[in-house]
């Protein structure tokens, strides 16, 4: 399984981002998949995370409102889209998929991550 993001790069404060996560070798059907983010000096936190489960998208309370996630299984690929940004979401964000079909799991549960994108906001 082989996870890779994209997308990342530096933005202004206010612009939108669409970050990617494309999967091979990864059983859409049966993985959740989540968008996390690691600010300097912080700790790594979902914000999104997506799954064939009836329950829907997932955002933390801290993703509400300017983050969405989508997916598109033909092409395998999992986006995060990220409007009006703020300088605060600096951050190195990674996708990581979870045998499943809940968002609802420990993090310790996503086994397979990608090796991140470094998303760098300007004000």
């Known amino acids: 399984v082989q996870l890779v993001e994209s997308g990342g790069g530096l933005a202004q404060a206010g612009h939108s981002l669409r970050l990617s996560c494309a999967a091979s070798?990864?059983?859409?059907?049966?993985?959740?998949i989540g968008w996390f983010r690691q600010a300097p000096g912080k700790e790594r936190s979902m914000l999104a995370c997506?799954?064939?489960?009836?329950?829907?998208?997932y955002y933390s309370r801290s993703a509400k409102g300017r983050f969405t996630i989508s997916s598109d299984n033909t092409r395998r690929t999992v986006y995060l889209d990220v409007n009006s940004l703020k300088p605060d979401d600096t951050a190195v964000y990674s996708c990581?998929?979870?045998?499943?079909?809940?968002?609802?799991?420990?993090?310790?549960?996503?086994?397979?991550w990608g090796q991140g994108t470094q998303v760098s906001v300007s004000s």
């Open positions: 990581a998929a979870a045998y499943g079909s809940s968002c609802l799991q420990p993090v310790y549960e996503f086994h397979y």
């Open positions: 070798r990864l059983d859409f059907d049966h993985h959740a």
């Open positions: 997506i799954s064939t489960s009836s329950e829907g998208p």
